[in-house]
């Protein structure tokens, strides 16, 4: 099984998905460090909930 299989990216709703990115920018700012956070689906269900 591969890594893309094992952990597949989560299926983010967009105002989810804009609340990663939110904090990836606070923590950029904060730390003065390219921070990116990446959302899997542990369950693999893709339910994006």
Same mark, same amino acid.
């Given at each position: 099984?591969?890594?893309? %299989?094992?952990?597949?990216?989560?299926? /983010?709703? +967009? @105002?989810?998905?804009?609340?990663?990115?939110?904090? %990836?920018?606070?923590?950029?700012?904060? /730390?003065? +460090? @390219?921070?990116?956070?990446?959302?899997?689906?542990? %369950?693999?269900?893709?339910?994006?909930?």
């Amino acid at each position: 099984m591969s890594a893309f %299989e094992q952990f597949p990216v989560a299926d /983010l709703k +967009e @105002n989810h998905l804009q609340k990663v990115q939110s904090l %990836e920018n606070e923590l950029r700012q904060e /730390l003065g +460090e @390219n921070i990116v956070l990446i959302a899997y689906d542990e %369950e693999g269900n893709g339910q994006g909930k």
